[in-house]
Antibody, heavy 121, light 109 residues
């Protein structure tokens, strides 16, 4: 069964660092881009960035560039989202999602269950 | 950046009604890269429609998508109780490569 399983909820203080993970199973991890999506409390979906696990090539939304780092370890089929200095405004649910490409199109077909990150002093 | 604007922000309807949700892009979007997602409270988004009009696996045929260029529509022909949720359109294109609309909340009247 194809799954994206994310790490558990985190409670952190401003200025702390954090890495959350997304473990893929049931498909060839290196063959599909993984994106991270933020959802702040009561708000909509925001695309943060993506990684090609096969090459570790990344690109980011300008809104998130420089504030987060996306990485992947294809040997363990896991993608990561990292912060070096959290802010209260990083409090949100974070989803990983797989991008499926076909012929002339693409879409996000599988989603992790989400990781809730709470940043509070 | 391509901005997707969804309307209405909230749609209040009754089970059995027909729902029409709009997604307008600030510039032309390839239909191949326009998708719709449904999100229920406490759940991850779920793919409904891709390629503007193709239902994802397991999606009931009361859901349909249409449109091209800058105007896209998600239609739910007869609302079931489980359809009340938030719906997002998404496009894939130029930098940033992926953007979402702000969402339409479909609520029970």
């Amino acid at each position: 069964e194809l799954q994206l399983v994310q790490s558990g909820a985190e409670v952190k203080k401003p200025g702390e660092s954090l890495v959350i993970s997304c473990k893929a199973s049931g498909y060839s991890f290196s063959s599909y881009w993984i994106s991270w999506v933020r959802q702040m409390p009561g708000k909509g979906l925001e695309w943060m960035g993506r990684i090609d696990p096969g090459t570790s090539y990344t690109n980011y939304s300008p809104s998130f560039q420089g504030h987060v780092t996306i990485s992947a370890d294809k040997s363990i089929s896991t993608a990561y989202l990292q912060w070096t200095s959290l802010m209260a405004s990083d409090t949100a649910m974070y989803y990983c999602t797989r991008r499926h490409y076909y012929g002339s199109g693409s879409y996000n077909d599988y989603w992790g269950q989400g990781t809730l990150v709470t940043v509070s002093s | 950046e391509i901005v997707l604007t969804q309307s209405p922000g909230t749609l209040s309807l009754s089970p059995g009604d027909r729902a029409t949700l709009s997604c307008r892009a600030s510039q032309s979007v390839s239909s191949s890269y326009l998708a719709w997602y449904q999100q229920k409270p406490g759940q991850a988004p779920r793919l409904l429609i891709y390629g503007a009009s193709t239902r994802a696996t397991g999606i009931p045929d009361r859901f349909s998508g249409s449109g091209s260029g800058t105007d896209f529509t998600l239609t739910i022909s007869r609302l079931e109780p489980e359809d009340f949720a938030v719906y997002y359109c998404q496009q894939y294109g130029s930098s940033p490569p992926i953007t979402f609309g702000q969402g339409t909340r479909l609520e029970i009247k």
